[in-house]
């Protein structure tokens, strides 16, 4: 079983930029598809970006295209999420997830703990 731990997140002002990573545990990292998907209180979690196990297709969700960038090293078993041009609304609880397909949250068997990012205006 993978086990995955977030870091990177913090507090920024709008306009600034953080890069999230995503840690797993096991070399069978290679094999699994990624995926960033965040949080607020009182909402569903949402989906934010994806990257195919070799990191050759990738996905974004609109609200956050051009601005975030997912990537991954299989080498160093890690996923990340650079967030630029960041926005008050991009406050949330961010999770990376594994095994699954695309933007589709059921389908991603593994999971972070989550990292906070609150972005001030």
């Known amino acids: 079983q993978v086990q995955l731990v977030e870091s990177g997140g913090g507090l920024v002002q709008a306009g600034g930029s953080l890069r999230l990573s995503c840690a797993a545990s096991e070399r069978t990292f290679s094999t699994y598809n990624m995926g960033w998907f965040r949080q607020v209180p009182g909402k569903e979690r949402e989906f934010v970006a994806a990257i195919s196990w070799s990191g050759s297709s990738t996905s974004y969700a609109d609200s956050v295209k051009g601005r975030f960038t997912i990537s991954r090293d299989n080498g160093k078993n890690t996923a990340y999420l650079q967030m630029n041009s960041l926005k008050p609304e991009d406050t949330a609880v961010y999770y990376c997830?594994?095994?699954?397909?695309?933007?589709?949250?059921?389908?991603?068997?593994?999971w972070g703990q989550g990292t906070q990012v609150t972005v001030s205006s």
């Open positions: 997830a594994a095994g699954g397909r695309d933007r589709n949250t059921k389908t991603y068997p593994y």
